[in-house]
């Protein structure tokens, strides 16, 4: 099960750290990935990364500004979001990869274990 927490509503420019705690599974042996869910629009995908920290993948829209960990002593994978931009506005999702390998793809349908999602505000 995956809790995702730290949404708020911030400044355009501003900053701010999302985290996702996964409990109930093993989640080191996993690669994690966030997705954001826009109003009226389709998930998305922001950024994933692989069991150890090593690899990590951005969206085109994010990179850069956005950074992607891990901490798996703590169960936990971070999104560090810098820059932030209104179009950044969304409900950001973590998930975990359930097709082994893919996670560098960017697809949602490699993904499963959603978790509740954390709402971001960016306002201009």
């Known amino acids: 099960q995956l809790q995702a927490s730290g949404g708020g509503s911030v400044e355009a420019g501003g900053s701010l750290r999302l985290s996702c705690t996964a409990s109930g599974r093993t989640f080191s042996s996993g690669a994690m990935g966030w997705f954001r869910q826009a109003p009226g629009k389709e998930r998305k995908f922001v950024a994933s990364?692989?069991?150890?920290?090593?690899?990590?993948y951005y969206a085109d829209s994010v990179k850069g500004r956005f950074t992607i960990s891990r901490d798996n002593a703590k169960n936990t994978v971070y999104l560090q979001m810098n820059s932030l931009k209104p179009e950044d506005t969304a409900v950001y999702y973590c998930?975990?990869?359930?097709?082994?390998?893919?996670?560098?793809?960017?697809?949602?349908?490699?993904?499963?274990?959603w978790g509740q999602g954390t709402q971001l505000t960016v306002s201009s």
């Open positions: 998930a975990r990869e359930r097709n082994i390998g893919t996670y560098s793809l960017g697809r949602e349908v490699d993904f499963g274990s």
């Open positions: 990364i692989n069991w150890s920290g090593s690899s990590t």
